[in-house]
């Protein structure tokens, strides 16, 4: 079954092939860029409902649905059987926190209009990621051709 992009900017789909993905959210992300790596150990000092986390590079990332291509192109918060990619899956991720503004906060970055803000502030960061604290010249994303 192939996944197809929601209105909500995350990922809908049924295909999850082991119901143990299903016990605990996981983000994964880029395991290799400094940035995403600062970026990953920041949330999981200040967010006090942080769920698991998993660099790509060291997940199996067929337990979650996902390809190498899926994962290099964006982070991925994987919850009950839902994935959320890049915007959505930083919006996901503030929806489930037990502080009101955080969570206020997710459900306006995840509605429209504020959600075209989410992506294409999402799409900015990953592009110049290589540029940001933390990052390194390995951080750069590959161009498209």
Known sequence: MEAKRSESGGWDDDFMPDE??????????DGDCGFCTTAVTWLERILP???????????????????????????WLVDRGRRYGGAAAVTA????????????????GAAWPWS??????????????????GGTPACRLPSST
């Open 116 to 133: 075209v803000f989410a992506d294409a502030a999402y799409r900015v960061v990953a592009r110049y990621r290589y540029r940001l604290p």
């Open 49 to 75: 409902a942080m769920p698991e986390t998993a660099p790509y590079q060291w997940a199996d990332l067929s337990l979650y649905g996902l390809s190498i291509d899926d994962a290099q192109a964006m982070v």
């Open 93 to 108: 991720l503030l929806r489930h926190q037990p502080s009101p503004g955080l969570r206020l906060l997710g459900w306006l």
């Open 20 to 29: 143990t993905a299903l016990i605990r959210p996981v983000l994964i992300f």
